[in-house]
């Protein structure tokens, strides 16, 4: 097993057995097994394993791999995205934009990549916008239908 490997397979038994929200965290844990890592090649094994950061109940958050989540949670946790960081949303053609708060359209964007709406082909991600791209006019319309659903939760405190 080359290092690359055991390293990664090391992250992956952390975040499944432990709580942790920072990097600096997961680097000091790594460390403790033995394993010394800067945090660039932490956010590359990071985007290569799929590691997302979710927000507890407490409003906190914490690392975790999306394979643990049900389809059921994985639609929470999408929800629970959208509603707490997109702040509009418009479509044109079949591509969807969402606005979302400074700094969140990465995670709201890989929820929605994890939760794998069928109407969806691909996403990119930028500081505070997402572009979805749908199958076609009709899939933008009803992306963006289910998207203004989920915002409307937050408007009617639900």
Known sequence: MNAKHQRQG?????????????????IAALHTEG????????????????VIKTRLADGQYKYVLPRYYSVE???ELVEREIRDFVVSADDAMNQVVLQTSAGH???????????????????VAG????????????????TLRRVEAIMKQKREGT
């Open 10 to 26: 090391t992250i992956r038994s952390l975040i499944e057995r432990g709580h942790f929200h920072t990097h600096k965290e997961v």
């Open 35 to 50: 394993i010394d890592v800067n945090q660039g090649t932490l956010s590359k094994d990071f985007k290569e394993l799929h």
């Open 73 to 75: 949670t994985q639609d």
């Open 105 to 123: 359209a990465s995670g709201v964007c890989e929820a929605i990549d994890q939760a794998e709406w069928p109407e969806i082909v691909g996403s």
């Open 127 to 142: 500081e505070n916008t997402i572009l979805l791209v749908t199958k076609s006019t009709a899939h933008a319309g009803k």
